[in-house]
Every structure is written in C-alpha cells, then in structure tokens.
C-alpha cells in the first residue's frame, strides 16, 4: 500500500464532508486511500495535449422514436399514409424499408426480422455516421442467423448533397443493404 499524499485545502474539505456522510471509520480511510491514488495517477499522467483541429459538423440520420418502415405495394387497400418506396424499377417485388437512427442497433435487429418473417426482402438504409450501425445490424442478422439462411443480397452506395445547419452545402454518404431469404 502507498504512502497517502499530503492533500491541499479543498481535498480535505471534500474528504472531511465525506466522512461524515460515512458511519464507519473504516469506510473514510477507503475513501482517503481512493482519492490519494486517484490524486497521484492524476499528477503523473498530466501531459500536455495537443489541441484537435476543428471538425466539421456532420450530417446524421433522423431521430424517431420507431423504426420506420416503407412498404412498396401496387394493392391500394393500405393506409394512406403508408409511403411507396422503389430503387430498382425492375424490381416488382414487396419491399420494406428500416431506417436506422439513434436507437439501440438490437431495435434495428428486431424490426429487421419481423419484416423478413412477412416479406422476401428487406432494406437496411442509413446515412453519415449511422452507416456503421446499419452494416452491424445487417452482419449480427446474416451471421447469428445462419440456419434460416438470410443473406446480403444488394448493397447500393449513393451520396446526397444537403444543406447543414451553418448553411453550407455538405456531401452525405448513403448506404442501402438488401436482406433476403437464400
């Protein structure tokens, strides 16, 4: 066990207030022996940093409190506020589109699967920062559900130009991944 420092003013104070808060004198020698270790690792990693350059800000996918999901279909029976969404226009097929956001990726997972349970293909589409999670949620579905035999069956790569918040024109990266049944 190391020799305790000696603490200036302000960190006795703070040891002071916090012992009496503690009903066991063992409990504030602890609490001394933490905040002397705390002390001397913070006195000997204390380097000086160099300052990080000022990054852009960048452009992410839009928060929503659900996933939300597309539907391409020629029935006209659904509701009128469900959206048509098709890439390809040879494709004739049902296609539901999950967007991935701010949510946890085990969210995207689920909703994902739901609709492969009804649907032959599903679309994972994100943008900026949000590529990443989508690429997992494509990965964790092809790879911890093999036996079903769910595949990456189409990646579409595109780039859109969108106005930021500080009003310049800035180039957001757009990533689509189709998931089908093998």
């Known amino acids: ?77 659904q509701n009128d506020k469900t959206k048509y969404f098709s890439d390809s226009p040879h494709s004739n097929e049902e296609r539901d589109v999950i967007f991935v956001g701010t949510k946890p990726i085990m969210t995207y997972v689920s909703a994902t699967l739901t609709q492969l349970s009804t649907r032959p293909t599903v679309t994972i589409k994100a943008r900026g920062k949000r590529i990443t999670q989508a690429v997992d949620v494509s990965q964790m579905i092809v790879k911890r559900m093999d036996s079903v035999g769910y595949v990456i069956s189409d990646v579409r790569i595109s780039s859109d130009s969108l106005t930021s918040q500080d009003g310049k024109q800035r180039n957001v990266s757009t990533m689509e991944i189709d998931i089908s049944k093998n």
């Open 1 to 77: 066990m190391t020799k305790p420092q000696k603490l200036n003013k302000s960190q006795r104070k703070f040891c002071y207030y916090r012992n009496q808060k503690l009903s066991d004198p063992k409990k504030s020698k602890d609490a001394e022996d933490i905040l002397s270790e705390f002390d001397s690792r913070k006195k000997s990693e204390s380097k000086p940093e160099l300052e990080a350059p000022a990054s852009e800000p960048e452009l992410e996918a839009p928060a929503s409190e659900t996933p939300t999901i597309e539907s391409t279909s020629d029935s006209k029976s």
